[in-house]
């Protein structure tokens, strides 16, 4: 049954989004029941509640939440978690991390115009406060000056002042329009001329970025966008260079006294978030990003020739989010507080198969940010690195998560964010040189060791049965209790074990080894 909301969000009512929750499930059982599916048990509380923390939160609950949950008989807990988590400060910050990455990229790289960290912040910001999507796109389309009063200009700068760069990026976000192709020539198989797409790109080619510099140090300390009174694009073809004039992507050119009273960029955003594929690009790539595939896929790939999965239900979210005045958190709400989105990933007698139907929960990877902060919730790094990213006004642990997504993410630009390296590898990172030394001074960590001992040595250190330290290994890392067979190996270990701590460890270290830890 569809989560009840009883409870009223901030910036949103609760009984809205469990209507639209409603809707959601009653358009796709509608599709189980055409094609005789039958759809996967509920997920059990504990896959529920590690689900949600990791795709709200960004960790992992903690043992305490989890044992309160899962003895917790009240049948609204579900409902109450996640209202919890929605409007926390981990909600803001994870929400903020992942369009972060998808406007300019994982990792930051080199480029001295990106200012990763201001447009993180003013991303938590505007999700904090539930802005508009509508409102802040427009923001991130037409912001001006330093990225120390507004971080919105961070995309545009993180392209070097390329406007094709620019207007191509921003058609696959906020469109879902794959049209960097026709930068050189005519789109193959869509109908995008080479003028078209840069008739976009001219709404750009007045914008200039320029680095902010420290001035002792001579490095970047933010960056700053401004629009210069002239300026104008040109395309080349067949030999020959052309200037070309901003047109939007109906062939629509903006007046020139709009342009001059709003400015190009201004137009430019009016324009996106006016475009019938504005709601839609974000809706498929929400639906992708919380239940593993999207209605179209890949998700920026909506041309006109697209199948989407349940059409439907696709159209009704479509309309629902342009309708609601772009009100993310509601949106956001209304999958999350679904039958669908709390299914388990078992098949049922039928469904194994089932690819586009979403019959089942489909097992998604953790992404590289969200390993880093679970391995540093299950390891009892945590609170060490807490307390020494407090010492060095809050920068260090940003710095160690850069360095971990640096090693372990693929391209930067890449969506797909999930974890490409192993377990080993990202614990020697976290016991490695580059750490060791901080975890250490915070007493955490000791002596470079290879295993995480600071949550082992805690749990062989409580009183009671060895039993009750298997079910709070299990609870600290798979947020569940282990099932009997699980409870009697691991048991065996550690009564047979001459050093409690060091089988605590073993059976700590092979949770985290675990495929169920890399996956929700």
Not at 511 to 518: H, V
């Amino acid at each position: 049954m569809t989560i009840l909301w009883l409870t009223v969000l901030l910036a949103g009512a609760g009984d809205d989004a469990g209507r639209l929750s409603d809707a959601i499930d009653r358009r796709v059982a509608a599709v189980w029941t055409a094609r005789g599916l039958n759809p996967s048990a509920p997920a059990s509380d504990g896959a529920f509640l590690r689900r949600v923390s990791l795709d709200v939160r960004g960790t992992l609950p903690t043992p305490a939440e989890a044992e309160a949950f899962l003895d917790d008989r009240d049948p609204l807990k579900r409902q109450k978690f996640l209202d919890r988590a929605l409007v926390s400060e981990e909600s803001a910050e994870h929400l903020a991390t992942y369009f972060t990455n998808l406007l300019v990229g994982r990792t930051g790289g080199t480029n001295r115009f990106n200012d990763r960290d201001a447009l993180r912040r003013r991303l938590h910001d505007a999700f904090a406060k539930n802005e508009p999507w509508d409102a802040l796109v427009r923001d991130l389309l037409s912001a001006q000056g330093p990225s120390s009063e507004n971080g919105a200009v961070a995309f545009t700068t993180r392209f070097e002042g390329k406007p094709a760069e620019v207007a191509g990026a921003a058609s696959r976000v906020f469109l879902g329009m794959q049209i960097q192709c026709a930068e050189c020539h005519d789109h193959p198989y869509q109908d995008w001329s080479q003028r078209d797409f840069h008739g976009l790109a001219a709404f750009f080619a007045r914008s200039r970025p320029r680095p902010i510099l420290d001035p002792e140090k001579k490095r970047p300390i933010g960056v700053e966008l401004r629009d210069l009174p002239r300026g104008e694009h040109s395309m080349e073809r067949d030999g020959e260079r052309t200037v070309v004039y901003p047109r939007y992507r109906d062939g629509r050119a903006p007046t020139a006294a709009d342009a001059e009273k709003r400015g190009r960029r201004a137009s430019f955003a009016e324009y996106v978030t006016s475009d019938p594929l504005f709601p839609r690009a974000l809706v498929n790539r929400l639906w992708d990003h919380y239940l593993g595939r999207g209605f179209v896929d890949p998700v920026d790939d909506l041309n006109p020739k697209a199948q989407a999965w349940n059409a439907g239900l696709f159209d009704f979210l479509t309309r629902d989010f342009a309708a609601s005045g772009f009100d993310l958190r509601r949106l956001i709400a209304g999958i999350l507080g679904s039958r669908v989105y709390a299914l388990s990933t078992r098949p049922s007698s039928n469904n194994v198969g089932d690819e586009g139907n979403f019959s089942r929960a489909r097992p998604r990877a953790l992404s590289a940010e969200e390993v880093f902060h679970a391995l540093l919730r299950a390891s009892g790094a945590e609170g060490a690195m807490r307390r020494v990213a407090a010492e060095a006004d809050g920068q260090l642990r940003d710095r160690y998560l850069r360095r971990f997504v640096f090693l372990f993410a693929n391209d930067e630009m890449e969506e797909q964010e999930s974890f490409q390296g192993t377990i080993p590898q990202a614990l020697l990172f976290l016991n490695g040189p580059l750490s060791n030394g901080a975890f250490r001074a915070a007493g955490a960590i000791a002596r470079g060791e290879r295993r995480p001992l600071g949550t082992a040595r805690a749990i062989a250190s409580q009183k009671g049965p060895p039993g009750a330290k298997v079910d709070q290994l299990f609870l600290t890392v798979l947020t569940r209790r282990p099932d009997p067979e699980e409870k009697a190996k691991f048991t065996a270990h550690l009564e047979n074990a001459k050093d409690l701590r060091a089988a605590c460890e073993d059976a700590l270290w092979a949770l985290l080894n675990s495929t169920e830890f890399l996956h929700k």
